[in-house]
């Protein structure tokens, strides 16, 4: 099993920026793809960003693509996301989830067998 945390969400004004973190702990996911996610109200879930174990794969949604950042520290068994430029649709519940096996990082939800609790990340206008 894995445990996921996510830390570093709260209320910011549009432009500003928010750093996610994700710790992992338990069986660690060092070795494994792990991903970002958004929940906005009333919506489904969706992809933010993905990381490979190792970094070298990275993918993001159209919707972030270069204004949030995801990186990973294995050392630490934590998992980032730098999010900048933040705009009010980016307003949600994010989670952070890893891969129960290795393989390439993915934007499937259901390819992840962990989550964390969220965390919630707010953008003013």
């Known amino acids: 099993q894995v445990q996921l945390v996510e830390s570093g969400g709260g209320l910011v004004q549009a432009g500003g920026s928010l750093r996610l973190s994700c710790a992992a702990s338990g069986r660690t996911s060092s070795s494994t793809a792990m991903g970002w996610f958004r929940q906005a109200p009333g919506k489904e879930r969706e992809f933010a960003a993905a990381i490979s174990w190792d970094g070298g794969m990275i993918y993001y949604a159209d919707s972030v693509k270069g204004r949030f950042t995801i990186t990973r520290d294995n050392a630490k068994n934590t998992v980032y996301l730098q999010m900048n430029g933040l705009k009010p649709e980016d307003t949600g519940v994010y989670y952070c989830?890893?891969?129960?096996?290795?393989?390439?990082?993915?934007?499937?939800?259901?390819?992840?067998?962990?989550w964390g609790a969220g965390t919630q990340v707010t953008v003013s206008s």
């Open positions: 989830a890893a891969r129960s096996t290795t393989g390439p990082p993915v934007a499937m939800a259901y390819a992840y067998a962990y």
